[in-house]
């Protein structure tokens, strides 16, 4: 297979992301800015492994953003569960996976998979994935990209290949499997998702499952509304997302046999720090979603930095620990941001178009 090319972004992402720093709050709808912050930070050598994340050119995500803003589509509220079941509708599923994905049915802004090098701001797409492809997790040495891609009712996993460029599927039908993690030898901890009649209604059930390497396909956790698992460095956790018709809540489980899942706290889109002791979430659905961290016993919840004023979602560690990528959102638009893990300091990581769901 034909190798990825690196593609060299212009002279307004270099420019803007090593000048521009958000240091204040939204005022009359503008970000206070401020001059030198993202040298400073790019000259402390960030870890020189790729950030995966969706990419949309400026001009893409221009439209995408004039799309959005027209658009009178409700965002997907947890809340439209049955109370009774805690599973979701299946009317409901295109409004779920838009919000979990952070993108339109449209294939036009589905955005295109790359690699970003943090330290040189190359990028790479990835040509063996298709438009609308998710990053999910990195293999522990970096070199196999987890990824979902295909029609939103029929998302499967898929791995890249660094190294050979090649790209395997490895997850299947008739269920799809939307996110995933790497855990211990050989094995990925899969989202299950499958749809189920009952009476004259259909409902989406979640569980999270164990892949082995032939294939195999164990169910380890009780839904039926489990998803987002993000895996431990050591192998032997799954952080997830257990959806009720209340607040989604962050749940943390021991993979080891019989073991039984714990809530921790409130929050989306869990995250584990490289030595295993926190865990980086999103907390809000759909206004004032600010950065937090907690460790994975429940205790030390903590503000991970002030914030913009700007919504702020899915935050990952750095593989030394030291920084925080996450993604900025302000009038549809969504920037990729680097944070350092004591929460200081607020740096562009990426402004020549936008970036989402990023993997580091």
Known sequence: MEQPRFVRPGATHRALSRAICWIGSIAAGAVIISAGCAHEMKSRKLPEFPIAFVYHTEAEARRRAESLAESEEAPYDPRSQSENRGVVNVNTLKNYLDSAFGQKSDPKFRGRMALLDPRTDELVMVRGAQSGAIPQAWSSDHQRLLFAQGDPGALQLYEFDRETGEVGKLTHGPNFHPHGCYTSEGRIVVAVHSVERSGA????????????????????????????????????????????????????????????????????????????????????????????????????????????????????????????????????????????????GDVVLFSDGDGMHAIW
């Open 201 to 344: 209604r259909n409902w989406l059930t979640s569980r999270l499952a164990v892949r082995s390497p032939s294939g195999h396909i164990e169910i380890i956790s009780s839904g039926p509304s489990d998803g987002s698992p993000a895996c431990s460095p050591d192998g032997q956790q799954v952080a997830f997302v257990r959806v009720f018709s209340s607040e989604p809540q962050i749940w943390v489980q021991s993979l080891t046999q019989g073991a039984a899942a714990r809530p921790i706290t409130p929050g989306l889109a869990p995250s584990f720090s490289p030595d295993g002791q926190w865990i980086v979430f999103g907390r809000g659905m759909r206004e004032d979603s600010k950065l937090w961290r907690i460790r994975t016993d429940g205790v030390g919840r903590t503000r991970l930095g002030v914030g913009s004023g700007a919504e702020e979602y899915r935050p990952v560690v750095s593989p030394d620990g030291r920084f925080v990528v996450y993604e900025s959102v302000l009038e549809n638009r969504s920037r990729l941001f680097l944070r350092q893990f004591d929460g200081a």
